[in-house]
């Protein structure tokens, strides 16, 4: 399996995935800039979490138009399995590889913590090393984590099975107190309809070691290096 990380200026999480998907896979991802134009054959590209040009405008909406996004947009359309973790997800929403928005958190506040998280589908090639209904502890660290689509888009991914991960509580059960960020139907993550891009909020780069407090993450990883492989 061939990984690549692309990389933007004001990425924090660009060495964290790099760590993760080398322990599972057993060698080192690329690491790409963002200024690339053109990518080399790969099975699976990560747009990682941080501050990319320091949130300015909104979260995301600059990298959007980083020119290495041009291609991995054309990539996911060919296919090629994509990873979009926290400024990720919104950079992915930014550029139309996932539907909806993040906006600002319910409470207005940075939110850092470990969460629950309850596998709403675990047939895809990023989760299949999950349970149906697996409740997981991943850590979140946002300020615009706050999940929104229309209704239409909202019932279209109830539809088609998108919706990877809702916050939820240690028993599994969904709940206002267990949402820290108020998302719409207690969203942390969805797929594409094809199910090769998954943009979530919470960092399973932050939960892939036991050395790290948490090991739930690893998973992910794991089961992309299986199903690429």
């Known amino acids: 399996m061939k990984a690549a990380v692309i990389v933007f200026p004001g ?34 590209i990560v747009v990682p979490g941080g501050f990319s040009y320091g949130d300015y405008l909104r979260a995301g909406a600059m990298a959007a138009h980083s020119p290495v996004m041009r291609e ?30 993040l906006l600002r958190n319910a409470s207005l506040k940075f939110v850092c913590r470990d969460v629950h998280l309850r596998v709403e589908n675990p047939y895809t090639p990023f ?13 979140i660290a946002h ?4 999940y929104f689509a229309d209704a239409a888009t909202h019932q279209s991914l109830l539809d ?5 991960f809702r916050y939820c509580n240690r028993a599994g059960a969904l709940s206002a107190d267990a949402n820290p960020n108020g998302s719409l139907d207690h969203i942390a993550g969805i797929f594409n ?8 909020m919470p960092h399973p780069e932050r939960a892939a070691d036991p050395a790290l407090g948490g090991n739930d993450g690893r998973a992910l990883f794991d089961s992309l290096v299986a199903a690429l492989s």
């Open 160 to 164: 088609h099975d998108q919706i990877a």
């Open 193 to 200: 309809r094809d199910k090769n891009v998954l943009g979530l």
């Open 72 to 101: 991995v947009v054309k990539r996911a359309a060919d296919g090629v399995a994509v990873l979009a973790v926290c400024n990720g997800f919104q950079i992915a929403t930014e550029c139309g590889l996932l539907p909806g928005v």
């Open 11 to 44: 990425s924090n999480c660009d060495r964290d995935i790099e760590v993760a998907l080398r322990q599972s896979l057993g060698r080192e991802p690329q690491m790409i800039w963002h200024r690339e134009t053109a990518l080399p054959a790969l099975d699976l």
């Open 143 to 146: 300020h615009d984590g706050n």
């Open 127 to 139: 989760t299949q090393q999950y349970d149906d209904g697996e409740v997981v502890t991943i850590p």
